[in-house]
């Protein structure tokens, strides 16, 4: 009879339960059967029952009263018992277990059984769930088996010690000497148990063998004489030359000859292959072998299963940067992996591909690229545009090229390219100075061919109103002009305003680009100015501020619009890890022309500057607090907390100096006495501070606190301006402290 | 070196669970959840390779149970494919047409014959003769030991 009857009876119990609910109250009503048969004397089901909690708890059902009923049966002396208690040991206790301590002495004991079948569930069970402590204690134990047992249990042992040296290093030096001698064995079982300190000539010895002559037919898998043992040695050797070059050099045959030799017909021989190439590009091997490596990789991507091709993938791109020219030479078959079917393998290749661009093949593999784009799965598309937009900038031969490729992307894939493209290529867009006809043609057309690409539309409104008279001057060297008008262009824009595809952000730009042509085009001042009146009353809160700016220019400020609207000039590109954090501080940044002079009207330059801010600025992006007060001098909140608020306020002195201004309140309802701003500031910097105007700061803000800081840069290094402030202050007994880092400074003056 | 071997249905039931490091309970849940969803939303056609968190996860469908073990960075995933293979091998020898419900019914000793196959993240023994040998031998002790217990004892 079938000792697993009972078992068996309650699993089918079990699976036949028509819902949760049932399958719950038939475990329920099992656990608490086996939790009663636990606490009977022994009755000879223990390991049945032990069973049967090792089955519920693979559904998914808490089993931890069953930890010690694992040690008592693994204390038992029947086989039977002891399996099933070394499998629920494997399962239910691990080394955090207190339990798991328990047996330890019943596995020392087993390692000791006079039958080899007891003795490897030890074994076995110490190599799973062997935590430190015991691996110390039963470590002798191990090395004992492995020098003096038979096969079967030496290489249990060998891979147990593998475990332990894992768990506890110190002890490898323990079974280094025993594990020599097992590789002088010629048993399969053994030499696969192999740990780190192994002897080289006797590893190429026995690989040559398995290569060259004959195979033992049980070893065998589809003709390839045991793949799993010539993948252990391969990967051992890869641990021997790694930064090795004597060891590497001889092994350098062999590894060729298993790369001529093996039949990659069969999964298992290009699993052999594969090990090769990976040793042969982790070791120090001559060049000749590593091109022997990248076709084989070659060939692989040639291969029907799309396994294989995967992983010549993933193994390309690891040595892309190392074997550069070996890896080019395959870009055909690359770039022809953009089109399989399989989407992790059409990521690799995308990656690949991207990693292969250079300035001598850019233009065909941008043609590659951008049809990739077009047709890419959508969880690709962000990837895709953005490697685009990088090899483009590194290697693009003209800039017409540059603007062309950027407008192909974003009428394909606009919704997906990141925030700073709109900035950035308007910045291309202003450098290209030769190309603004051109440029301002093509996005005219692309205007009014679809208005459902935020970015195309911003860049192509921005560029409207920054150049609209070249576009309505009807003549053009690059490009076929278009003859229009200037309410053609009006009407384009207007389309974008009122559009419910716009974003505000677009209908920002729009409104922005409307009023720019107010100085560049003649006839139809007029509509524009009915326009922003118009916005004047728009709910968008941000579109609302505009219009009235917009409106204040045409009336009170009229003979200044055509100097706050004239031709922007070339925008420098701003570092890139200028820490504000956001693309929106960035672009702030990129926008304000590099010089300002102080000499002109202050009142002239701020509205300007509020004007061109919009183009930019990415609403909700920036996270610092922006205050204007006194004709837009801003001030930058840097510290609110337990009512405690830090303003400050900077002016430019000189070329090199700074001067900053912190002015402190207190909104809480308790007085802050001696209140103290410690300042520090990079190595570059000189840093001065004047005496506060006090130290109390009353409740409830009835009165601020004053302190200037001045700050001196003589070298001009950089010109990055940070400041560390430190505050301390006395409140309702206890003393406070903290710190804030301040690295970006509001307004133009300041840079 | 292998971290954690899955056996599940297609409607997402564990059928056996080899963990080859040691890991909480609650960590187990999580990733038996997690590999279980990516491996059934898998498409027909895909490759049998999936990335998760730093492991590379290797996945086979044989019938109604997925295979689906989990590897370091530095293994060889294509051997990987060849070692489920192997298993189901060995336990299509034993069970004879092995099907998911041989596994259900009879998973103590599905986990005998990997522990001969598989021990502490390695590879233990590549012959089948020789696994297939141990598990017979095995299961006769048992036998043997259970006659010999339940012979009254004179």
């Given at each position: 009879m079938s000792p697993s009857v009972r078992l068996q009876e309650m699993i089918r119990v079990i699976r036949s339960a028509r819902t949760q609910g049932e399958e719950r109250g038939v475990i329920q009503r099992e656990c608490a059967a086996i939790r009663a048969q636990f606490r009977q004397a022994d009755n000879g089901g223990r390991s049945h029952n032990l069973a049967k909690l090792l089955y519920v708890h693979m559904l998914g059902y808490p089993a931890h009263f069953g930890q010690m009923e694992c040690v008592r049966l693994i204390a038992s002396p029947r086989y039977s018992e002891k399996r099933v208690g070394y499998l629920g040991a494997m399962m239910l206790l691990d080394e955090k277990q207190d339990a798991s301590l328990l047996i330890t002495n019943s596995i020392k004991n087993d390692l000791s059984h006079s039958s080899q079948y007891v003795q490897s569930l030890a074994l076995c069970t110490l190599a799973c769930m062997g935590s430190a402590e015991m691996c110390r204690d039963l470590a002798p134990e191990i090395d004992r088996l492995l020098r003096a047992s038979n096969s079967y249990i030496k290489k249990k042992a060998a891979l147990c010690a593998v475990h332990i040296v894992r768990k506890v290093p110190e002890l490898g030096e323990l079974f280094t000497p025993a594990a020599r001698s097992l590789l002088s064995e010629k048993n399969h079982g053994q030499c696969v148990t192999r740990d780190t300190h192994t002897y080289m000539p006797d590893l190429v010895q026995i690989m040559k063998g398995l290569v060259t002559t004959g195979y033992s037919p049980e070893h065998n898998v589809a003709g390839i004489s045991d793949p799993f043992l010539q993948v252990r040695i391969l990967r051992l050797l890869r641990i021997l030359g790694r930064n090795n070059d004597a060891a590497s050099d001889a092994m350098n045959d062999l590894l060729a000859q298993v790369?001529?030799?093996?039949?990659?017909?069969?999964?298992?021989?290009?699993?052999?292959?594969?090990?090769?190439?990976?040793?042969?590009?982790?070791?120090?091997?001559?060049?000749?072998?590593?091109?022997?490596?990248?076709?084989?990789?070659?060939?692989?991507?040639?291969?029907?299963?799309?396994?294989?091709?995967?992983?010549?993938?993933?193994?390309?791109?690891?040595?892309?940067?190392?074997?550069?020219?070996?890896?080019?030479?395959?870009?055909?078959?690359?770039?022809?992996?953009?089109?399989?079917?399989?989407?992790?393998?059409?990521?690799?290749?995308?990656?690949?591909?991207?990693?292969?661009?250079?300035?001598?093949?850019?233009?065909?593999?941008?043609?590659?690229?951008?049809?990739?784009?077009?047709?890419?799965?959508?969880?690709?598309?962000?990837?895709?545009?953005?490697?685009?937009?990088?090899?483009?900038?590194?290697?693009?031969?003209?800039?017409?090229?540059?603007?062309?490729?950027?407008?192909?992307?974003?009428?394909?894939?606009?919704?997906?390219?990141?925030?700073?493209?709109?900035?950035?290529?308007?910045?291309?867009?202003?450098?290209?100075?030769?190309?603004?006809?051109?440029?301002?043609?093509?996005?005219?057309?692309?205007?009014?061919?679809?208005?459902?690409?935020?970015?195309?539309?911003?860049?192509?409104?921005?560029?409207?109103?920054?150049?609209?008279?070249?576009?309505?001057?009807?003549?053009?060297?690059?490009?076929?002009?278009?003859?229009?008008?200037?309410?053609?262009?009006?009407?384009?824009?207007?389309?974008?305003?009122?559009?419910?595809?716009?974003?505000?952000?677009?209908?920002?730009?729009?409104?922005?680009?409307?009023?720019?042509?107010?100085?560049?085009?003649?006839?139809?001042?007029?509509?524009?100015?009915?326009?922003?009146?118009?916005?004047?009353?728009?709910?968008?809160?941000?579109?609302?501020?505009?219009?009235?700016?917009?409106?204040?220019?045409?009336?009170?400020?009229?003979?200044?619009?055509?100097?706050?609207?004239?031709?922007?000039?070339?925008?420098?590109?701003?570092?890139?890890?200028?820490?504000?954090?956001?693309?929106?501080?960035?672009?702030?940044?990129?926008?304000?022309?590099?010089?300002?002079?102080?000499?002109?009207?202050?009142?002239?330059?701020?509205?300007?500057?509020?004007?061109?801010?919009?183009?930019?600025?990415?609403?909700?992006?920036?996270?610092?607090m922006y205050s204007c007060d006194n004709l837009g001098s801003p001030t930058l909140t840097v510290y609110e907390k337990n009512g405690v608020t830090l303003k400050l306020h900077c002016h430019k002195q000189s070329e090199t100096g700074l001067t900053v201004t912190l002015t402190a309140s207190n909104s809480s309802d308790w007085d802050m006495s001696s209140f103290t701003l410690q300042a520090a500031v990079p190595k570059s910097v000189q840093l001065h501070m004047k005496a506060p105007s006090g130290d109390f700061l009353p409740a409830r803000g009835t009165a601020t606190l004053t302190q200037t800081v001045l700050l001196n840069n003589p070298n001009k290094v950089g010109l990055q301006w940070a400041l560390w402030i430190r505050m301390s202050y006395t409140s309702q007994g206890s003393a406070f402290q903290d710190t804030m880092q301040i690295d970006s400074f509001p307004g133009p003056a300041c840079h | 070196g292998m971290r954690f071997l899955l056996l599940f249905s297609r409607q997402g039931r564990l059928r056996l669970q080899k963990w080859f490091t040691p890991t909480p309970e609650r960590e187990k849940k999580k990733i038996i959840r997690d590999m279980t969803t990516m491996v059934l939303a898998r498409k027909p056609r895909s490759c049998n390779f999936l990335h998760w968190r730093d492991l590379k996860i290797v996945y086979k469908r044989y019938a109604s149970l997925y295979f689906c073990l989990a590897l370091e960075d530095q293994d060889n995933e294509l051997l990987a494919l060849e070692i489920l293979h192997r298993y189901v091998e060995l336990l299509d020898k034993y069970f004879g047409n092995v099907c998911e419900l041989d596994i259900i019914f009879n998973f103590e000793k599905a986990y005998f014959i990997l522990d001969e196959f598989l021990m502490g993240g390695e590879i233990q023994e590549t012959s089948k003769q020789i696994v297939n040998r141990s598990i017979e031998a095995s299961d006769m002790l048992q036998e043997t030991m259970e006659e010999y217990m339940s012979k009254p004892a004179f």
């Open positions: 790369a001529t030799n093996t039949d990659s017909s069969k999964t298992a021989g290009s699993a052999v292959l594969y090990e090769t190439v990976l040793t042969v590009m982790d070791i120090k091997s001559e060049s000749g072998l590593r091109v022997l490596a990248v076709n084989i990789l070659g060939r692989f991507l040639l291969n029907n299963d799309r396994n294989i091709r995967y992983i010549s993938m993933t193994s390309l791109q690891k040595i892309v940067v190392t074997d550069h020219n070996a890896v080019q030479r395959h870009r055909g078959t690359i770039v022809d992996c953009l089109k399989d079917p399989d989407a992790s393998v059409k990521r690799r290749a995308l990656e690949l591909s991207l990693a292969l661009v250079s300035a001598v093949n850019i233009r065909s593999m941008m043609k590659e690229l951008l049809l990739f784009l077009s047709s890419c799965p959508p969880e690709l598309k962000a990837q895709a545009a953005c490697g685009i937009f990088n090899a483009a900038e590194r290697y693009a031969p003209s800039q017409r090229w540059h603007i062309d490729t950027i407008l192909h992307v974003l009428t394909t894939a606009g919704g997906d390219v990141r925030d700073e493209t709109v900035p950035n290529l308007i910045q291309l867009i202003t450098t290209a100075s030769d190309l603004h006809c051109y440029t301002v043609h093509k996005l005219y057309r692309a205007l009014i061919t679809d208005i459902s690409q935020q970015s195309l539309v911003q860049v192509a409104c921005w560029c409207i109103g920054e150049y609209g008279d070249l576009l309505l001057r009807g003549e053009c060297d690059e490009i076929e002009p278009v003859q229009v008008s200037e309410d053609d262009v009006l009407d384009a824009l207007e389309t974008v305003l009122q559009s419910h595809m716009s974003s505000p952000a677009t209908r920002g730009f729009a409104l922005t680009a409307t009023m720019k042509l107010s100085t560049r085009i003649t006839d139809n001042v007029d509509r524009i100015r009915s326009i922003v009146s118009i916005y004047g009353s728009c709910i968008d809160v941000e579109l609302q501020q505009r219009a009235v700016e917009y409106n204040a220019l045409f009336k009170k400020y009229d003979h200044m619009r055509a100097a706050v609207l004239e031709r922007m000039p070339v925008i420098d590109k701003s570092s890139p890890d200028h820490s504000n954090g956001e693309s929106g501080g960035g672009a702030l940044k990129e926008v304000e022309p590099p010089k300002l002079k102080q000499g002109e009207a202050v009142t002239a330059q701020e509205p300007a500057n509020q004007v061109h801010d919009g183009d930019n600025s990415q609403d909700g992006h920036n996270t610092l | -």
